[in-house]
């Protein structure tokens, strides 16, 4: 589907006529089918990009381990692999793995062995190598923002639905009380669909030995998530 057909959908679910957008505006709409790849994506891990890295050389005395990675990828979400141009791997590490390994590692120069992922997109390496060093990257990626009508989503066609469902939930979150608890199963529904697109590249990431798969909604309770809270609800009291 494209997003002039995605944003028809929500409008006929959402009852807003013949006359055009009414109480829902479009570009609300835009900004929820957006939010809802971004959010697929995001748990599914299912976009992936391979590009190189430009890694500045080592200065003596000045620890030059940590990069923030959206300053080299505008569109980066993790790494899934990093390996040297010849395809040797950098083994990925945890922060006390590297502090237990060399308790000087920040300022350890040498040919990068590891590196650790830490936060959204702070990446640590060790070693600092003597020059400028070019590493191939593999990075799970954002999706490009849909903006004109014939935009396509870039997720699987067979996901396509499940973004409508999202936009749809989404619209009506804002309503609040009855009306928002109406919509939760179409919120269910996309987790449904992320969970099956979601265990494919787990299987995916893990035949191609990536250093990361995407997180196991099937183990995740949703039970809470989709029901409203009842001491947020207004209560009836009885007569007398």
Request: with cysteine; net charge neutral; hydrophobic share 40%.
């Amino acid at each position: 589907m494209i997003l002039s057909q995605m944003q028809g959908l929500i409008q006929q679910r959402l009852n807003e006529g013949q006359s055009g957008y009414v109480f829902y505006p479009q570009a609300e709409m835009t900004s929820a089918l957006n939010e809802a790849e971004a959010f697929f994506v995001l748990l599914t891990l299912g976009l992936e990009t391979t590009l190189p890295w430009a890694v500045p050389g080592y200065v003596p005395g000045t620890p030059n381990t940590n990069f923030h990675m959206l300053t080299y990828f505008a569109d980066w979400i993790c790494p899934l692999r990093i390996a040297t141009t010849a395809g040797q791997r950098i083994k990925p590490a945890r922060l006390e793995d590297l502090v237990s390994r060399d308790p000087q590692w920040m300022t350890s120069p040498g040919f990068p062995t590891r590196y650790a992922a830490c936060g959204g997109d702070l990446v640590a390496l060790y070693r600092q190598p003597q020059a400028a060093l070019t590493l191939n990257v593999t990075y799970c990626r954002a999706p490009v923002a849909l903006v004109n009508p014939g935009d396509a989503p870039e997720i699987p066609a067979e996901y396509h639905p499940k973004l409508v469902d999202y936009g749809v939930y989404r619209m009506r979150q804002g309503e609040g009380a009855q009306e928002f608890k109406k919509v939760l199963p179409l919120f269910g529904l996309f987790l449904d669909g992320a969970t099956h697109f979601g265990n494919y590249v787990r299987s995916r990431n893990r035949g191609s030995q990536y250093d990361k798969v995407p997180f196991e909604l099937e183990k995740f309770d949703r039970s809470q998530l989709l029901n409203l809270r009842r001491d947020l609800m207004p209560e009836r009291k009885p007569n007398g």
